[in-house]
Structures are given as C-alpha cells and as structure tokens.
C-alpha cells in the first residue's frame, strides 16, 4: 500500500465526520442564511486565524508559488507576501470595520451605502465569477497533487473533490471553519517538517541565490506587481475573506486574527518558495506534476513524501470549500430577493458550485495564472468603490454616479490591458483608471446637498 493512502483517506474521513456533526447547527432557519452562511456570528479569534490561514495556504499558495519559483526564482515570493499584507490590513482596522457593519456579503456594501440594487447584482455576478475561478484553480491543484504522488486514476481525483463538496454541502459555514482549523493545525505541522527533513538532505545552493536573482529578473519583471498588488488588494473585497469578518463575535477577534495569520502566512511564505528554486538548481524537471511534491521525493523518502503529500491535500481542501461556500453565500444572498430560502436549497446551490468547479478544471492547467486572471478583474471593478463605501458609510449615498463611473473604468481598463500588452503598468492601469472614474464621478456628477445650495 503507498504510504500516502493512510493520511490521504484519514483526512478526508474527519472532513466529513465534522461536516456531519455541523450540520446539526446549521438550520439555514433565517431569510438571510445567517446560521449557514455566516455560523451565526460566533466565531473567536482563535477559529477566525485558523480559517484565515488555512484558507489562503491553498494550491495556489504552495503549488503554485512552487511552479512559479522554479521559472521566476525568489520573485515569486511576493505572491504569498501579498496575501501576508492583506491580512495585515485586516488586523490593522479594516476588518474590524468590516465586523461592525453586520453586512452578509461584500456586495450588500453597494445596496446599504450606495442604495443601488443593480450595482449589488454586478458586484455579485464579478465576485461569484473571480471565485469561482479560483475555485477552479484548486482543483487543478489538487489533480496536480494527485499526479505527483502517482495515483493517475480519474476515479481518485473525482471521490476526493466529491467529498470536499459533501463535507461542505452538508455542514455550511461552520462545517468550514472547523474543518479549516483542524487541517489548518496538522497541515502547517507536516509543512514545517517535510521542509526541516528536505533541507538536511538537500544541497546547500546559497551561493547562487544572488545569481539567481539576477538571471530570473528578466522573466519576473512583468509579473512581480501583478503577484503583490492582485492578493493584497483582493483581500479587501474577497467574499470569502469578508465573509470571516463579518462572521467574527468581535472587533477585537477580527484585529487579533488578521496579525496572527499574517505572521503565519509569512513565515511559511518560504517553503515553497525554496521548493521551486531548489528544483531550479538541481534541473528536476517537473512536466504536468507539482515541482514542490517533485523535489520532496527525489530528496526524501517514501514516508516524509506522504507527509508533506498530505499537507498539500489538508491545503487545497481547506481553500476550496472555503471557496465553495464564499460563491455560495453570494448566489443565495445577493441573487435572491424577497424570498426565504430552505437549508434544502442552500445545500443544493453550494452542491451545483463544486459541479461546475469540477467540470472547470479540465479546461485550465496552470494554478497561478488562473487565480491571478480571477483576481484581475473584481479588484479592478469593485476595489476602489467598496472600500470607499465602507468609510463613508452614510456619505456614500450621493456618490452612486462615482461609484457606477469606477465600476465602468475597471473593466474598460481590464478589457483594455487584456488586449494590448502594456507590461508592468497593466497590472495597475484598471485600478488606477477605477479611480480616477470614482474621482470625476465625485467632481462633477454628485448633487450639491441643499445645505451648501443655501449658504450660496
């Protein structure tokens, strides 16, 4: 038997044990979905890390960072620092104000503030689209993870995403957050001791770094602002992430979780970016396969290879049924008016999301352009007009022609740097060009309020 089959079917097993015991607390007996979408508003700054963490070290965050370190060298350490970044502003304040809104999704900022059901919708359909695609990217990821540990059967592959849906499906919200951390906790463990074990076996190459770094700059110089900017700025308006603020007890949980699984997301930040260059120095070429499962076998043994196997499983699940039920929660909540929703339901919309993400993976092959591609346009659209609603609250009102113009902007800027190449400045010319639209909305198409009108 691969020593990989014991941890790989214990995990999935204990997913969907939790899954079945939260689903007792999941009643779905609100119009809103609170207990199913949000567990009812309870969580503590301990579960709230440990979903933050778990949530963003996915297949993107190690697969991914992995495979692109292997081509671009240490530059590919700013894709997870961006995610380290966005936590950080989460603890700092945002998310904290984020908590106090009691909002049920990102997109009920533009309804609430800016009294537009049709920007609402919008917002919705562009979040359920870049998550969705990220989605998709996990399992790729997790395909991927298979092929590296040599179980190529189709039928693997389907059982496994089949019980991240069921697990997902049965328990809701905080069938998610349990499960995250669990997976959270032992995954982190097996990283730190699959990387400990690889670097005493591993040749010691850093006298090259300074070489490397030079030699890669040609190929990262068009990606290092697209791999910083994208995540960081994502974090601020990705359902998922808001989802957790506004499910968190406290102002004070949400603060305390952002700068703990900042700190931990950044020193895990290295592990696969080691991964990827040390598969670089020693030529280990990875095809279709995971470069980070590569260089664990060539340098390890059968047993560290199915620790680390089963700490890139624990990643990739924990994300994608985070994603799962963000997507979810935006379908049931945005796209559904005036009408109660049973728990029957809400389990079969989040149940036709993972369809759809499994029925996506055959169609895309790289995990990091893929969620960077899903990324791109949401912050694009929606970055500028959602934080601003979120600080003017009340203020934002008026501003609905600002915030149309912004929405409209990003996306011709998007549209416009997808079809003309413009190197770096692409990755910042739709997010500058939203905000200029919201500051031409707020200059000349704002009413005057009647107070000013008088004092005239």
């Given at each position: 038997?691969?020593?990989?089959?014991v941890?790989?079917?214990?995990?999935?097993?204990?997913?969907f044990?939790?899954?079945?015991?939260?689903?007792?607390?999941?009643?779905?007996?609100?119009?809103?979905g609170?207990d199913?979408?949000?567990a009812?508003?309870?969580?503590?700054?301990?579960?709230?890390?440990m979903?933050?963490?778990?949530?963003?070290?996915?297949?993107?965050?190690?697969?991914?960072?992995?495979?692109?370190?292997?081509?671009?060298?240490?530059y590919?350490?700013?894709?997870?620092?961006?995610?380290?970044?966005?936590?950080?502003?989460?603890?700092?304040g945002?998310?904290?104000?984020?908590?106090?809104?009691?909002l049920?999704?990102?997109?009920?900022v533009?309804?609430?503030?800016?009294?537009?059901?049709?920007?609402?919708?919008?917002?919705?359909?562009?979040?359920?689209?870049?998550?969705t695609?990220?989605?998709?990217?996990?399992?790729?990821?997790?395909k991927?993870?298979?092929?590296?540990v040599g179980?190529?059967?189709?039928w693997?592959?389907?059982?496994?995403?089949?019980i991240v849906?069921?697990?997902?499906?049965q328990?809701?919200?905080?069938?998610?957050?349990?499960t995250?951390?669990?997976q959270?906790?032992?995954?982190?463990?097996?990283?730190?001791?699959?990387?400990?074990f690889?670097?005493?076996?591993?040749?010691?190459?850093?006298?090259?770094?300074?070489?490397?770094?030079?030699?890669?700059?040609e190929?990262?110089?068009?990606?290092?602002?697209?791999?910083?900017?994208?995540p960081?700025?994502?974090?601020?308006?990705?359902?998922?992430?808001?989802?957790?603020?506004?499910?968190?007890?406290?102002?004070?949980?949400?603060?305390?979780?952002g700068?703990?699984?900042?700190?931990?997301?950044?020193?895990?930040?290295?592990?696969?970016?080691?991964?990827?260059?040390?598969?670089?120095e020693?030529?280990?070429?990875?095809?279709?396969?995971?470069?980070?499962?590569?260089?664990?076998?060539v340098?390890?043994?059968?047993f560290?290879?199915?620790?680390?196997?089963?700490?890139?499983?624990?990643?990739?699940?924990?994300?994608a049924?985070?994603?799962?039920?963000?997507?979810s929660?935006?379908?049931?909540?945005?796209f559904?008016?005036?009408?109660?929703?049973?728990?029957?339901?809400m389990?079969?919309?989040?149940f036709?999301?993972?369809?759809?993400?499994?029925?996506?993976?055959?169609?895309?092959?790289?995990?990091?352009?893929?969620?960077?591609?899903?990324?791109?346009?949401?912050?694009?659209?929606?970055?500028?007009?959602?934080?601003?609603?979120?600080?003017?609250?009340?203020?934002a009102?008026?501003?609905?022609p600002?915030?149309?113009?912004?929405?409209?902007?990003?996306?011709?800027?998007?549209i416009?740097?997808?079809?003309i190449s413009?190197?770096?400045?692409?990755?910042?010319?739709?997010?500058?060009?939203?905000a200029?639209?919201?500051?031409?909305g707020?200059?000349f198409?704002?009413?005057?309020p009647?107070?000013?009108?008088?004092?005239?």
């Amino acid at each position: 038997m691969d020593y990989s089959l014991v941890p790989f079917l214990a995990v999935l097993a204990l997913s969907f044990i939790v899954g079945c015991f939260c689903s007792k607390r999941a009643k779905g007996n609100d119009s809103k979905g609170s207990d199913y979408f949000l567990a009812s508003r309870q969580l503590g700054w301990f579960l709230l890390t440990m979903t933050f963490a778990a949530t963003q070290i996915g297949g993107g965050f190690i697969l991914g960072t992995a495979d692109s370190a292997a081509q671009i060298g240490p530059y590919a350490i700013l894709f997870p620092i961006g995610y380290c970044l966005g936590f950080l502003a989460l603890g700092l304040g945002f998310g904290a104000k984020l908590q106090s809104l009691q909002l049920n999704t990102a997109s009920d900022v533009f309804e609430r503030y800016y009294d537009s059901s049709l920007l609402k919708k919008i917002a919705a359909l562009l979040s359920v689209l870049s998550l969705t695609g990220i989605l998709i990217a996990q399992a790729v990821g997790l395909k991927k993870f298979l092929f590296s540990v040599g179980w190529t059967d189709e039928w693997i592959f389907l059982a496994a995403w089949s019980i991240v849906i069921l697990y997902t499906t049965q328990g809701g919200f905080l069938a998610v957050v349990w499960t995250d951390a669990i997976q959270g906790l032992v995954m982190i463990g097996m990283l730190i001791g699959a990387c400990l074990f690889t670097m005493y076996t591993a040749p010691d190459f850093s006298q090259t770094l300074t070489n490397m770094a030079s030699i890669k700059w040609e190929a990262a110089e068009d990606k290092i602002l697209g791999f910083l900017i994208m995540p960081f700025l994502f974090t601020f308006i990705e359902q998922d992430m808001l989802q957790r603020c506004f499910a968190a007890k406290s102002k004070r949980a949400v603060t305390i979780a952002g700068c703990l699984s900042a700190c931990i997301l950044f020193a895990l930040a290295i592990i696969p970016v080691y991964f990827g260059m040390l598969a670089d120095e020693l030529g280990i070429k990875t095809a279709a396969n995971s470069t980070f499962m590569e260089v664990v076998k060539v340098l390890t043994n059968p047993f560290v290879a199915s620790i680390a196997a089963s700490a890139i499983l624990l990643a990739i699940i924990s994300t994608a049924s985070s994603l799962l039920s963000a997507v979810s929660s935006n379908i049931s909540q945005d796209f559904v008016v005036n009408k109660k929703l049973s728990i029957t339901r809400m389990k079969a919309i989040t149940f036709g999301i993972g369809i759809v993400a499994l029925i996506g993976s055959y169609t895309a092959t790289n995990i990091l352009s893929c969620m960077i591609a899903s990324y791109e346009l949401s912050v694009a659209c929606l970055f500028v007009p959602l934080v601003m609603g979120v600080f003017l609250q009340g203020r934002a009102k008026a501003l609905l022609p600002a915030a149309i113009l912004s929405v409209a902007c990003g996306g011709a800027g998007f549209i416009l740097v997808k079809a003309i190449s413009l190197g770096w400045l692409g990755d910042i010319m739709p997010l500058a060009l939203s905000a200029a639209g919201y500051g031409v909305g707020a200059v000349f198409f704002t009413p005057i309020p009647e107070q000013a009108l008088e004092r005239e």
